[in-house]
């Protein structure tokens, strides 16, 4: 595995980011993937999506959110809190869930607290839940009013022409990525989910215009590779956010291999392009709101069954785990959704409820995986 790359997927601050500020140029993280990356790497700017790994408690979160919430944006406002974050230069927050959207205003309020800890650029950011003409033309507009924001703020100017250079490398990223999960996918394996999560991860907090050469290289080397010897039970990991690689990795102690995931840290990132023909910014708009994986997203559910379902098939798993992060009612609740039908088609299933990332209680977790894959042997 690449430094650069294990270094992006496990550090916040990582050595690419540390270059980047060192050349004068600003980093603006995002926190969910429904916004557009390409707009911010037209402004010059590097997007990079928020994480909460090195979040060792909540007490900041649990002050301004409460105890019964979602541990993931406690621990990206933790950090906030804790000054972790103070390298970004701007944080664009959207309604990912209720409780994301209130990321907005708790990290506001304890700014008055803690001063200093609000980058200079903050912007709200929303995002229509359903798929309509009329959510299009709102969701267009809503990308028109960032790239003013952005335009403004920091005293560029987003041209049609760089939002085409950045989708045409985001499009060539995510077929690189693509090519990453037929690999993962292969009778024979040749790179561990745990590997291929981080290589992932690495996406989400590097310039792609160095991420997209490393995985070219990466890529050329793994399908060149004999299998890596690995054995045990394939599995796809599905459900809530999960941008660790703990969790894969206790997985694969216990004895299975994950050789997909429908994860939005996962290959929800690339699972689509976005057109290259007519306006950029409409093209934009339609990739992205019409990625209607995420249960935020109304009336899906069968798409997002039909999805996984084909996936499962397609890597030819022997079952699924589908993991929620506690208290987080849209995937808990699709969850068990998707273990019904799954089981009545006649694949295992396990749903698993968990803190998020490095809060986890990594042996409850292998108690779970260790108990679902006798009952699949």
Same mark, same amino acid.
């Given at each position: 595995?690449?430094?650069? *790359?294990? +270094?992006?997927?496990?550090?916040?601050?990582?050595?690419?980011?540390?270059?980047?500020? &060192?050349?004068?140029?600003?980093?603006?993280?995002?926190?969910?993937?429904?916004?557009?990356?390409?707009?911010?790497?037209?402004?010059?700017?590097?997007?990079?999506?928020?994480?909460?790994?090195?979040?060792?408690?909540?007490?900041?979160?649990?002050?301004?959110?409460?105890?019964?919430?979602?541990?993931?944006?406690?621990?990206?406002?933790?950090? =906030?809190?804790?000054?972790?974050?103070?390298?970004?230069?701007?944080?664009?927050?959207?309604?990912?869930?209720?409780?994301?959207?209130?990321?907005?205003?708790?990290?506001?309020?304890?700014? +008055?607290?803690?001063?200093?800890?609000?980058?200079?650029?903050?912007?709200?950011?929303?995002?229509?839940?359903?798929?309509?003409?009329?959510?299009?033309?709102?969701?267009?507009?809503?990308?028109?009013?960032?790239?003013?924001?952005?335009?403004?703020?920091?005293?560029?100017?987003?041209?049609?022409?760089?939002?085409?250079?950045?989708?045409?490398?985001?499009?060539?990223?995510?077929?690189?990525?693509?090519?990453?999960?037929?690999?993962?996918?292969?009778?024979?394996?040749?790179?561990?989910?745990?590997? =291929?999560?981080?290589?992932?991860?690495?996406?989400? &907090?590097?310039?792609?215009?160095?991420?997209?050469?490393?995985? +070219?290289?990466?890529?050329?080397?793994?399908?060149?590779?004999?299998?890596?010897?690995?054995?045990?039970?394939?599995?796809?990991?599905?459900?809530?956010?999960?941008?660790?690689?703990?969790?894969?990795?206790?997985?694969?102690?216990?004895?299975?291999?994950?050789?997909?995931?429908?994860?939005?840290?996962?290959?929800?990132?690339?699972?689509?392009?976005?057109?290259?023909?007519?306006?950029?910014?409409? =093209?934009?708009?339609?990739?992205?709101?019409?990625?209607?994986?995420?249960?935020?997203?109304?009336?899906?559910?069968?798409?997002?069954?039909?999805?996984?379902?084909?996936?499962? *098939?397609?890597?030819?798993?022997?079952?699924?785990?589908?993991?929620?992060?506690?208290?987080?009612?849209?995937?808990?609740?699709?969850?068990?959704?998707?273990?019904?039908?799954?089981?009545?088609?006649?694949?295992?299933?396990?749903?698993?409820?968990?803190?998020?990332?490095?809060?986890? +209680?990594?042996?409850?977790?292998?108690?779970?995986?260790?108990?679902?894959?006798?009952?699949?042997?």
């Amino acid at each position: 595995m690449r430094k650069e *790359l294990s +270094e992006a997927a496990n550090q916040l601050n990582n050595g690419s980011v540390q270059a980047w500020k &060192a050349a004068g140029k600003k980093v603006v993280g995002y926190s969910c993937t429904y916004v557009p990356s390409e707009i911010i790497g037209a402004a010059g700017l590097l997007p990079y999506r928020l994480r909460g790994i090195e979040a060792a408690t909540t007490d900041i979160g649990d002050s301004y959110y409460g105890p019964v919430v979602c541990s993931y944006p406690k621990c990206l406002l933790q950090l =906030a809190g804790e000054g972790t974050y103070r390298f970004l230069d701007g944080a664009i927050i959207t309604n990912g869930c209720d409780t994301m959207r209130r990321l907005e205003e708790c990290w506001r309020k304890a700014n +008055e607290d803690i001063p200093g800890i609000l980058p200079a650029y903050y912007h709200y950011y929303g995002t229509p839940h359903k798929v309509e003409p009329y959510s299009l033309k709102w969701f267009e507009e809503e990308n028109r009013l960032l790239i003013e924001s952005l335009e403004n703020h920091f005293g560029v100017k987003i041209t049609d022409e760089r939002l085409r250079e950045q989708i045409e490398l985001y499009n060539t990223g995510r077929r690189l990525l693509q090519r990453l999960e037929k690999l993962r996918m292969r009778d024979e394996i040749v790179i561990s989910g745990t590997d =291929a999560t981080t290589i992932i991860l690495a996406s989400t &907090a590097l310039p792609w215009s160095e991420y997209v050469p490393l995985l +070219e290289e990466t890529l050329g080397e793994l399908e060149q590779a004999k299998p890596n010897g690995m054995k045990g039970k394939r599995v796809l990991l599905g459900g809530s956010v999960t941008d660790d690689t703990d969790l894969v990795r206790v997985i694969e102690e216990a004895g299975a291999v994950v050789v997909a995931d429908t994860l939005c840290f996962g290959s929800k990132l690339f699972d689509d392009l976005v057109s290259t023909e007519g306006d950029p910014v409409k =093209a934009l708009s339609e990739r992205y709101l019409n990625r209607s994986f995420c249960p935020r997203m109304f009336a899906y559910y069968q798409p997002r069954y039909q999805s996984l379902k084909e996936k499962a *098939l397609k890597a030819k798993v022997d079952g699924v785990i589908l993991q929620n992060v506690r208290f987080c009612d849209m995937h808990g609740s699709e969850n068990g959704l998707f273990e019904r039908d799954l089981e009545a088609m006649g694949i295992p299933c396990i749903r698993i409820e968990r803190e998020y990332g490095p809060l986890v +209680e990594d042996g409850r977790v292998r108690m779970r995986v260790d108990a679902f894959l006798e009952r699949i042997q």
